[in-house]
Each structure stands twice: as C-alpha cells, then as structure tokens.
Nanobody, 124 residues
C-alpha cells in the first residue's frame, strides 16, 4: 500500500526554521518525483518545491527560492524540506505528493499519491 506521511510542522516565529519530512512506504523514491505543496485557508493548493529522484534535479517556486531546500535520503525513503527565514505568509498545511515520472511536473493534478499534511504556522 502506497503511503506518504508528513511530519515536522509546528508553530514558529517569523524568521525561524522548520524541517519537514515526507516518509514513503509501499514504494521506493526511485523513478518518482516528489513535490512539497501547501494550502492556506481559502486558497488553492500550490507547489512549493520538487525533487526528481531519477536525477536529483530540484525546482522551487519563487516563494521558496533562497529560503527552502528540498533533499532526499534514499536509504530512509524520505524527502525533506528545510524551511528557513519563515514568514507569516508561509502559514499553511504542507503536503507531499508523489508521481512516477522521469521529469518534474509542477501542477497539483499530476500527482497521484498524497500524504495527510502537516500544519505550519508562522506567527509571533
């Protein structure tokens, strides 16, 4: 059974950091693209960052560039999102999604498997 489990969310002050984890089970990261997405109240889910497990390529939305870093540990079958310099507008539920593909697709509709999400709240 394919499963993605996010963890690492929480409450952090502006300027702080969090590291989110996306643990995969029932499949390996190989041959998959993993994306981190977020959804704020009243807004659509949007892509934040992606990693292609085939070649290690990464992609960041403009909102994440320079602040977020996506990485993977194939031995743990886990993808991470290191988030630094967090802002109140980063507040959202963060989800990871997986798609078996050779290239990065950024649209939400292309992702086949999803985790349950983890809440990130940036507030003083």
């Amino acid at each position: 059974q394919v499963q993605l489990v996010e963890s690492g969310g929480g409450l952090v002050q502006p300027g702080g950091s969090l590291r989110l984890s996306c643990a995969a089970s029932g499949f390996t990261l190989d041959y998959n693209v993993i994306g981190w997405f977020r959804q704020a109240p009243g807004k659509e889910r949007e892509g934040v960052s992606y990693i292609n497990s085939n070649d290690g390529n990464t992609y960041y939305a403009d909102s994440a560039k320079g602040r977020f870093t996506i990485s993977r540990d194939n031995t743990k079958n886990t993808v991470y999102l290191q988030m630094n310099s967090l802002k109140p507008e980063d507040t959202a539920v963060y989800y990871c999604g997986a798609r078996r593909a050779r290239a990065i697709y950024t649209a939400v509709r292309y992702y086949d498997y999803w985790g349950q999400g983890t809440q990130v709240t940036v507030s003083s």
